[in-house]
């Protein structure tokens, strides 16, 4: 039985318990995985920079886009990257809940002003991880943004030419050198839209920004993108990237 199957079976048999307290959840959400006191936790991020959505120190440009390709031109996440979404995506990635899609898509259309009309591109896995998990949790978010915002998901719009080792152990430099020539991306079709590129977790950019410059050499023009949440600029700093809590989940960044 996979993941996603035996986790389905659980909801069906047991109480509707919260995915981060493991209390009830209330009995007017019965569909609900994570509770309302939990949702309320998470912190929602009030951007900065136009570009790419940090909030700015007192005085001074943004130093966190300022090595970001041109080609990707938006950037925006939901929420912080504190304990209780760190554990929110712990379950999605980790322990089969492909179903908070739903829920973790609402969040982000709630704290996330809609764009222009765009392709939503999830960022893809590794064939090797894809294959251990069973499915992409880009993927899930990018479906539960989607229908929110009416707009259409192109899964297959770009790939990963190679395997890259994890990113939590890295530097922000390593994490670039790793990911970069990663992806190859689809040619654009004639009168195309947009791109968003869609992932769970912002933490230095090196990700997006290798997938941007993938887009951006089959000929799309508008790149922006779009995560559930963002790491904290402490996690930022430190070596490899992140505190590397129990519920890390910078593997992308």
């Not at 990663?182 to 912002?202: K, N």
Request: aromatic letters at 6%.
């Amino acid at each position: 039985m996979n993941a996603g199957l035996a986790r389905a079976l659980e909801r069906f048999l047991l109480p509707n318990a919260c995915l981060v307290c493991e209390r009830l959840v209330e009995q007017h959400r019965p569909d609900a995985l994570i509770c309302g006191v939990c949702s309320a936790r998470l912190r929602p991020i009030v951007p900065g920079c136009r570009r790419c959505g940090q909030p700015l120190p007192p005085v001074g440009p943004c130093r966190f886009c300022a090595g970001w390709p041109e080609n990707l031109s938006l950037a925006r996440s939901a929420v912080w990257l504190d304990d209780a979404a760190r554990t929110i995506i712990h379950r999605l990635k980790y322990d089969g809940w492909h179903g908070l899609g739903t829920e973790l898509g609402g969040i982000v259309a709630r704290h996330v002003p809609r764009p222009a009309r765009a392709y939503l591109v999830p960022v893809p896995l590794s064939q090797r991880r894809l294959r251990d998990r069973g499915y992409n949790q880009a993927t899930v978010l990018a479906r539960g943004i989607a229908a929110v915002w009416q707009y259409p998901v192109a899964e297959r719009l770009l790939h990963r030419v190679r395997e890259t080792q994890t990113q939590t152990a890295l530097t922000p430099e390593e994490r670039a050198d790793n990911v970069a020539g990663a992806f190859e991306a689809a040619p654009r079709s004639a009168g195309g839209r947009a791109i968003i590129l869609i992932d769970d977790v912002l933490t230095t950019g090196a990700t997006l920004c290798a997938a941007a410059c993938a887009l951006a050499a089959a000929g799309w023009l508008t790149i922006g993108a779009v995560t559930l949440a963002r790491a904290l600029p402490y996690d930022i700093r430190v070596a490899g990237g992140t505190s590397r809590t129990p519920h890390d989940n910078s593997d992308r960044g």
